[in-house]
């Protein structure tokens, strides 16, 4: 089978006895980077041997059917640098491949620095979203395209794009909009830092270091009953819209349910 096992995202006494009792045991383990693992092994006091696999962005999609193989005889470790394989790390492709060839797949949970930043952020976590890492490029469309997001949304983001990032983030989705910067979490250095948009843009305007999270307000409904919004749905396909074309745009514009607004409008006619 294969075993993604999540590693400590900066704290080593973050690492589980699930963990320590895999890489212990294991036969062959494929990581991000076999460098990193040897090192999390002497850090915990490890001293198995087992064959390394390189597994990382550049070699994910040829190594899968590899691997996948092998693990029909032999369990697979499989590691990211920090946290949990397949998160915005090599990973996915390994376990899309299992699952259509019907090899098990199963998991160590532990560290993420996705659920930890949204869990100190002080933000909604009811619902969230977690979008990766942010483009190098087309950030302030990228942002606009999620303005009317209402889920918190989690970011990654390089300590020296930061300034740039939040400052795009400010022109597409106001001044005023909540953010969290989450810096070395877990880590000596930890820092949470809350507050608008505008004024975190101007907090780390020359920089930071570290691993950064980013932790967005999602955006608040527009206020609108569900009478008025059926009304503007009609008006729109009155104007010659497709009936689930403008249930849609209702929807995005109100945060109501596209298909309560679709069903009203079906029976209004």
Do not use: W
């Amino acid at each position: 089978m294969i075993i993604l096992a999540a590693t400590p995202i900066g704290n080593l006494g973050d690492a589980s006895r699930r963990l320590i009792e895999a890489l212990t045991n294991a036969e062959v383990i494929a990581s991000e980077d076999t460098r990193t693992t040897i090192h999390l092994m002497r850090a915990l006091g490890i001293e198995n041997r087992p064959r390394l696999i390189a597994l990382h962005e550049h070699n994910e999609t040829e190594k899968a059917t590899e691997i996948v193989e092998l693990a029909r005889t032999v369990d697979v470790l499989v590691l990211s640098d920090a946290g949990m394989p397949a998160i915005s790390d090599p990973g996915f492709p390994l376990v899309a491949a299992a699952a259509a060839a019907g090899v098990t797949v199963t998991a160590l949970p532990g560290p993420s620095a996705v659920l930890t930043a949204l869990a100190v952020s002080g933000l909604p976590t009811d619902r969230f979203t977690f979008e990766g890492f942010l483009p190098r490029k087309s950030r302030v469309a990228y942002f606009d395209a999620l303005k009317r997001e209402p889920r918190t949304m989690v970011f990654f983001e390089s300590p020296n794009r930061l300034p740039a990032a939040l400052k795009d983030l400010a022109a597409a989705l106001g001044d005023d909009r909540r953010v969290v910067v989450c810096r070395e979490l877990t880590k000596l250095h930890e820092e949470v830092a809350r507050g608008s948009a505008a004024e975190l843009a101007e907090r780390f305007k020359d920089g930071a270091r570290g691993e950064i999270c980013i932790v967005v307000e999602g955006a608040e409904a527009a206020a609108s009953d569900l009478p008025t919004a059926i009304a503007q749905v009609l008006a729109l396909v009155a104007s010659g819209s497709r009936l689930k074309e403008a249930s849609a745009e209702v929807a995005e514009a109100t945060g109501l349910s596209r298909r309560d607004l679709y069903e009203g409008a079906l029976a209004t006619k």
